[in-house]
Every structure is written in C-alpha cells, then in structure tokens.
C-alpha cells in the first residue's frame, strides 16, 4: 500500500488535483440540478456498462435530453449509429429507468446513508450493479463510495493488496471497498477523489 499511497501523493502536488477538484465540483453541480440533468447522468452510468467511459461521454454529449424523450426505438437507432456496443439492451435499460427519473431528487433526500441510497438503485434500476450505482452517484456529488472496475482491480492486485476475484460478487465488492477506504483515510481524500487519482494512474486520464 505504501508505494500506491506515494504515487497517488505525487499527484496530489501536481497539476492533477487541479483536475480532480474541478471534476469534484462539476459533479457537485450535476447533483444539484434538475430531475433531468440527474436522469442523463443515470444513462451514462448505464452506458458504461461493459463499455468504454470515453465512447460514453461522446454519446452522452451527442444524444443530451434524448434519454428523457427519445422512443425506444430511437434510442436504440441512435445508439447503434453513435456506436454503442449493446444498443438495444440499453435502450431498453434506460427506457425502464424513466420511472424514477421524476422522483430522483426526491428518492435523493430520503436517504441520508449514501451505502442505502446504493442498494436502493441497484434494486430498482435495470443495469446497476454495485459499480454503476457507485458511479452514478459520485458523478451527482456522492463522495464516499468505490468504483470498482477491472482498472481498479488490475491496479490492487499490481499493488498486491488485494487477490484478482474470479467473480466480483456484492460481497466481494464490499470487501474491496473497504481496502480502498481504507487508503483514501490515510490519503486524506474521499474514495470519489481516490477513483480520479487511481484512473489517472492507470489511464492517464480524469474522466468522469
């Protein structure tokens, strides 16, 4: 854990963590907005899924307040066109998450514990598993939970701090969360500023 933690202290004094903080505050700001600058995060976070972050944000971008009104088949059109790997499955996905999208702040303030306010999204919205819901949520301003990725985990187990999982079931993701809370407590930053730091590590890049 000692070299990750010097590593990830080098950037701290760098220009990086002038990306990190304003990253940090654009989510902030993604979480203080309407119910449907809210749901398009959602969508993007269901996009990833078994996706490329970067293909995302591009279709994100391209498609804007489409994911509030777009038919299914239009989704699915525009999808494939923009080139996402599971257009129809998505689309699917993302047209079932409507049903919250009116009552996301709402759902948002009924939960103080941002580990509930987890469970509840990957109980109720179709392609969220723990690293989706993580990630929606720290990208509208949640800060203390993991996104636990196969970056991530190619990272903990160079570092030997943790053993490659066959499977990354909830328990198993629990249990890494728990060793990257770890290191961010001694790092002095939230586990939503860890991901940014470790990502850059790993890819060179502050993404989303």
Not at 73 to 91: C, F, K, M, N, V
């Amino acid at each position: 854990m000692i070299k990750l933690i010097e590593s990830v202290e080098k950037l701290k004094n760098s220009k990086v963590k002038e990306f990190v903080d304003t990253r940090i505050k654009e989510f902030k700001e993604i979480g203080k907005g309407s119910n449907d600058e809210i749901f398009n995060e959602l969508c993007f976070c269901i996009m990833t899924a078994n996706f490329n972050a970067e293909r995302s944000i591009k279709i994100q971008n391209e498609i804007k307040d489409g994911f509030c009104y777009f038919t299914e088949s239009q989704l699915i059109d525009r999808l494939e066109t923009l080139g996402h790997r599971y257009p129809t499955a998505r689309a699917k996905y993302i047209i079932e998450a409507r049903k919250h999208k009116d009552f996301l702040k709402r759902t948002m303030d009924i939960f103080e514990n941002e580990k509930k306010l987890r469970e509840w999204f990957v109980k109720k919205v179709k392609g969220f598993g723990y690293k989706e819901a993580s990630h929606f949520l720290r990208n509208i301003g949640y800060e203390n939970l993991a996104i636990i990725d196969f970056h991530i985990i190619d990272l903990l187990v160079r570092h030997r701090l943790i053993e490659r999982p066959k499977t990354l079931t909830p328990k198993k993701y629990l249990e890494i969360e728990e060793i990257l809370k770890t290191l961010a407590d001694k790092l002095n930053i939230t586990l939503g500023e860890l991901d940014l730091y470790l990502w850059y590590i790993e890819t060179g890049k502050i993404l989303k």
